[in-house]
């Protein structure tokens, strides 16, 4: 089964995802990351959009399986396109 990964923006962090991933869990599996300096991540070495896309490529190699969808906004959604290309 495919996941769909929430990704945040600038100053925010994953659980401004919680009410929409409750909903969507009906039918899809979805979760949520916390880029670098955000949230519940306090790990950071760069604070770039590069630097994000890196991570969040990283991140779905480790953690998730089969194909992963992607929605993100400001940040997260530069962070995404980036990592696409």
Known sequence: MSTLLFLHGALSSSSQFDSIMDIMRKTSVCAA?????????QLCSSLTIPHFADYLIQTIEEKYEGKVSVFGYSMGGYAAMYAAV
Request: hydrophobic share 35%.
């Open 33 to 41: 990351l916390d880029f670098p300096l955000h949230g519940q991540n």
